[in-house]
């Protein structure tokens, strides 16, 4: 175990698996002096044999990421920014999502696009989306959403080397934040979800950013006696509707924090799929703490006031737990 | 065969291939279409008939691990680059034994084994496809070309001027052949289209030649310049073909157009022509100066018309196409 940070584990994975196998290539905007720290010495130390620092020009570049892997190249692409799985998102949807599915399978296509996500640094609307919901519904792509600088280099490795299309939404904006990561090689499967805090009363599933406030509304909910356990799905396509289930069912409550705006939302469809599994279980209404379906504003106060917090998740939970709250008072 | 002296024996043999190929792709489709308008045929078909030369002579320079993107209109490079007709009459049928399995139809008709990564129904979306895989090619330092065949409808969409920048940038062995056949669906091209063709290209610099597209001969020259260039690291090339589209957009377009046209029957008929339709010209060619014979032309006929019907034959009796396939194929085993 090595204590590190979000971007250091992902940058050591990139270098390592670089290293480890001759047929990875990255490319990308700006991945030559790495703005996000990500691909720091990634061009230096692979050269511009494996390492394109593309133009501006994403719906090129996704189509690109599944020519070079049609050719037999295991490919990184770099998106920068959530995003630009928007402008990017011609190629995406037709071409990389589908293109093993129409050709009877005949394509495997092993692409990890990488791209930071979330609000709240005062970046406005076109650099504070959390995608998930356009790239959980295209079908055929996987969406791994990493919390914790371990998971990030368990869940990175295994979609480079996996031979699938997977978006590694990164959580730049808190990715800063360290912890212990494993040594040596390292890969968390898709669709296992985690828990970070057991818990009895209620189960706060937190995706990605989301598992840090989640973890502190948990620590000031346990002192005014309620119980949370807080699960992580770490992937949402494959999703672990089991583990996720499993919880719910054990505390019969569930409040869900995501960065998505609330409308088909990764919460709202994870509500849909535990309203259907643990129906029988459920002693109250499943909650979403999420963000308005408005553009993220650009002043922190304004971009503060709809970006779900600690408090706003702690409202969410006592809204389901009434009655414990009231008994511990 | 007859003999005939002072003619070059390979020569002969290439003509009588490409023409072959040519001729299977017509008579392909005009069984395809014959199927599709009596309504025998699922899904929207969309025809190659009168572009042969450009596919074919394209493709002739090719090998297997040479690649390929193509159109919505694809099954003429399908077949140009080496696909098995009678998969692909499968799949166009949705059948199991299709080469998608049935899962792709007409607009995807694909057999990777071959360096086909597909027709598209995206128009422009085997652009940056293409460019990507002359990027591949680079990083795996491999000798292979990748070709992306596409039409002036997709001319106009933005991919192209960013991935004729990037493959000029970068030298990827990529051969942009554009088939303009002057129509953009249902809009003539010029209509909404300013400037060359091949000045985009020029404008970053890449070696482009417009060609008659409809002369599979010289289709294959410049082709055969540009792989050798590819090939010898020097970077991409422009071929401008220019060609004619004989059947409408798709099959089903008098449907769509309701009595209304976007063009004269005359026009059509000018390229029908023994001057203009690419398989007659060849013809005429082979007979001239080729070394054939009309006996070998009618083996050719005889040989395809044959190998077009067990394809029909094959489709119409091959299983449905295999739904629980969909679950099994849209991702590759996930386990790390």
């Known amino acids: 175990m090595a204590k590190m940070r979000y971007i250091q584990a ?13 047929n990875i290539m990255l490319f990308g905007e700006d991945v030559e002096l790495a703005i996000f720290g990500d691909t720091r010495e990634v061009y230096k130390t692979f050269g511009p044999e494996r390492v394109y620092n593309t133009p501006i020009c994403e719906n090129s570049l996704t189509g690109m990421a599944v020519g070079a892997a049609a050719a037999g190249r295991r490919v990184i692409l770099h998106l920068m920014f959530g995003n630009f799985v928007y402008t990017g998102m011609d190629a995406i949807a037709h071409q990389m999502a589908k293109l093993r599915m129409m050709t009877g399978g005949q394509m495997d296509l092993p692409i990890t696009v990488i791209a930071g996500y979330g609000g709240g640094r005062s970046l406005a609307g076109q650099h504070s989306d959390t995608p998930f919901p356009v790239l959980m519904n295209i079908g055929g792509v996987n969406v791994v959403t990493p919390a914790t600088p371990a998971d990030a280099k368990g869940l990175l490795t295994t979609a480079i080397r996996g031979n699938n299309p997977t978006f590694f939404l990164e959580a730049s904006g808190r990715g800063g934040d360290s912890g212990e990561v494993p040594d040596g090689e390292y890969l968390v499967p898709f669709g296992k979800a985690t828990v970070h805090k057991e818990g009895s009363d209620v189960t706060i599933c937190a995706i990605g950013t989301m598992v840090r406030p989640a973890l502190r509304a948990a620590k000031t909910l346990e002192a005014e006696g309620i119980s949370a356990e807080v699960v992580d799905p770490r992937t949402l396509v494959p999703l672990d509707e089991d583990g996720i289930a499993a919880s719910v069912s054990k505390t019969g409550r569930l409040v869900l924090v995501d960065e998505c705006k609330d409308r088909c939302s990764a919460a709202s469809h994870i509500a849909a799929v535990m309203a259907d599994k643990c129906f029988g279980d459920l002693k109250a209404p499943i909650k979403r703490v999420t ?3 408005v553009s993220m504003p650009y002043a922190g106060v304004a971009e503060m006031a709809i970006f779900p917090t600690p408090e706003k998740i702690v409202a969410a939970v006592k809204s389901v737990t009434g009655e414990l709250a009231g008994a511990s008072a | 065969m007859t003999e005939i002296p002072n003619v ?24 395809v279409g014959k199927a599709a308008q009596a309504g025998e045929m699922p899904g929207g078909v969309h025809l190659y008939i009168g572009q042969e030369a450009s596919g074919v002579g394209a493709c002739s320079v090719l090998e297997d691990t040479d690649f390929i993107t193509s159109t919505h209109r694809g099954h003429g490079h399908f077949l140009a680059k080496g696909g098995d007709v009678k998969a692909m009459f499968a799949e166009l049928w949705g059948k199991r034994t299709g080469i998608c399995k049935g899962m792709g139809g007409s607009m995807h008709v694909a057999d990777v084994s071959k360096g086909i990564l597909g027709a598209n129904g995206i128009v422009g979306g085997g652009i940056a496809i293409a460019n990507g895989a002359g990027m591949g090619i680079k990083v795996g330092k491999e000798k292979a070309v990748s070709v992306c065949l596409f039409g002036d409808g997709a001319a106009n969409q933005g991919v192209l001027m960013e991935c004729l920048n990037m493959s000029m940038v970068w030298k990827f062995p990529v051969i942009w052949v554009l088939e303009n056949n002057g129509l953009s669906e249902f809009t003539i091209t010029d209509k909404v289209t300013a400037g060359e063709q091949t000045d985009r ?9 417009t060609v008659d597209g409809n002369d599979v001969i010289a289709v294959q020259e410049a082709m055969k310049e540009a792989v050798d260039r590819a090939r010898a690291g020097e970077g991409p090339s422009f071929i401008e073909c220019k060609t004619y589209r004989i059947r409408g957009h798709l099959e089903a377009e008098d449907a769509f157009l309701g009595g209304y046209s976007y063009r004269t029957q005359e026009e059509i008929d000018a390229w029908k022509t023994p001057d203009k339709d690419p398989i007659l010209r060849f013809a005429s060619r082979l007979l001239a100066e080729g070394g054939a014979s009309q006996a070998d032309l009618d083996e050719i006929e005889d040989r395809v018309s044959k190998q077009v019907e067990e394809a029909v034959e094959f489709a119409l009796a091959s299983e449905d196409a295999d739904p ?12 790390p």
């Open chain 1, 10 to 22: 992902i940058n050591q994975v990139f270098l390592d698996e670089m290293e480890r196998d001759k």
């Open chain 1, 291 to 293: 963000v308005p379906n």
């Open chain 2, 8 to 31: 070059d024996e390979q020569r002969r043999a290439e003509w009588l291939a490409l023409y072959e190929r040519m001729l299977l792709i017509r008579r392909s489709e005009e069984r």
């Open chain 2, 201 to 209: 290209a020029r404008a970053v610099g890449m070696p482009a030649v």
């Open chain 2, 324 to 335: 629980e396939l969909i679950f099994d194929i849209t991702f590759a085993d996930q386990r």
